[in-house]
């Protein structure tokens, strides 16, 4: 007959079934944890926070999804440097879609199926800000995205300008490989408006990495505009003197109108393009215009820079008079010497404030200022406005023939102009 089992001690008993209890409030409370959105979010954003040097916080309801393609969607999310008032990023929406492979990974695998931001607003200078206290690294990782990412609603402050109604769409991203996108915006600074529609390519992202731009832009100042085709190219730059662009080349296809006038030219910028502290710069800045009728042609070096205002400096050459424009008096109408100046604006963008100008052919010169506004209604009037434009300033030249009469030693004040 077989001996009987030994029966389990009391004590023994008593201990696993405490084990499993435990055990069940463990798993118990973890699915309530997890089954919270919101602390799951806070996790994930304190850890990116800490990380990135940044405060990271979000108020609007949290969801994710564990099923198939891990998500997670994060609302209100508002990023700040510490100790920073304004916050560096916001974003009604973050919607962020990653494979299992990449979680269990741990970091060593940063393939991301799909990013999506709604409404984000990007605070130029707070960015530079929180920039400038990131230590030095090498080469940063970027992720791999699968799926591409999704910008709706987007919008990037400078100093007095803003970016608004960014729509970014990007197909797939790796960073090894070329980027491919389409933006749509609006630049946009007091009055002035510019909205836009291009695609854009870059050979890798990476510093000094080759930008092609190509698209349609629009320049909006009623009662004109000036529709443009522009192509842009540069190298990527990133450094103590802020981010931008090497070697920048902008070229364009543009008409002005206003009205009934249709004035078509084409026109040519390069130079660096730098962007700090919310400030645009292009120095040196080498500028070229081609145009027919009332637009001269001409070229020339100096500087440009725009942030709170629009500040350009251009010290050129008028190959020659617009024949559109109205004749110069003799000597100088027979004369085809090329016309240097020089030109100083500093005032608002859609350059409504006085524009000083230095003109000089052969030995007659002007050394005055003119509005914008004004010239370009003088050119919308030629037919029936004074042959003069609507200039303010001092002449001098050494002879004018007028009328058959020979004047010498000639010195012209031109009067404030009152023209719009």
Request: charged share 20%; aromatic share 6%.
């Amino acid at each position: 007959m077989a001996a009987p089992e030994p029966e389990t001690p009391p004590r023994r008993r008593r201990f696993g079934l405490l084990a499993l209890l435990v055990a069940l409030a463990m798993l118990a409370l973890a699915l309530h944890w997890i089954s919270q959105p919101e602390r799951v979010a806070r996790l994930i954003l304190a850890q990116v926070g800490n990380a990135l040097g940044l405060e990271i916080t979000s108020s609007g309801a949290s969801e994710y999804r564990l099923r198939g393609t891990p998500m997670l969607t994060i609302r209100n999310v508002v990023a700040r440097k510490p100790g920073d008032a304004a916050p560096v990023l916001r974003a009604d929406r973050i919607r962020l879609e990653l494979p299992w492979s990449t979680i269990r990974a741990r970091g060593a695998d940063l393939t991301v199926r799909r990013i999506e931001l709604d409404a984000p607003q990007l605070d130029l200078p707070a960015l530079q800000r929180w920039l400038a206290t990131r230590p030095p690294s090498k080469e940063p990782r970027l992720p791999t995205l699968t799926d591409g990412l999704r910008i709706v609603r987007g919008n990037v402050a400078g100093d007095g300008w803003r970016v608004e109604q960014i729509h970014v769409d990007v197909p797939s991203f790796h960073p090894d490989r070329a980027v491919r996108a389409r933006l749509l915006g609006r630049f946009a600074t007091g009055e002035l408006r510019v909205p836009f529609d291009v695609r854009a390519a870059l050979t890798r992202p990476a510093a000094q990495a080759g930008l092609g731009v190509v698209g349609n832009v629009n320049v909006l100042s009623p009662p004109w505009t000036m529709p443009m085709r522009m192509r842009l190219s540069g190298r990527l730059h990133n450094g103590a003197d802020g981010i931008g662009l090497d070697g920048m080349r902008v070229g364009a296809d543009a008409t002005y109108r206003n009205g009934e006038t249709d004035l078509a030219f084409t026109y040519g910028l390069a130079g660096p393009l730098r962007v700090r502290d919310g400030t645009l710069r292009i120095a040196p800045l080498g500028a070229v215009v081609y145009g027919s009728g009332a637009v001269p042609n001409l070229q020339g070096t100096g500087a440009f820079a725009f942030g709170d205002s629009l500040n350009l400096q251009l010290d050129g050459t008028l190959s020659s008079w617009p024949r559109a424009w109205p004749a110069l008096p003799s000597p100088l109408g027979e004369s085809t010497s090329p016309l240097p100046f020089a030109l100083d604006y500093r005032g608002p963008a859609d350059l409504s404030s006085r524009t000083a100008l230095k003109l000089r052919r052969d030995t007659t010169d002007f050394d005055g200022e003119f509005r914008l506004p004004a010239i370009l209604h003088w050119i919308d009037t030629f037919d029936r406005a004074s042959p003069l434009p609507p200039l303010k300033g001092h002449l001098s030249t050494p002879k004018l023939e007028i009328a058959g009469a020979t004047l010498e030693g000639v010195e012209v004040e031109f009067g404030e102009d009152q023209t719009p």
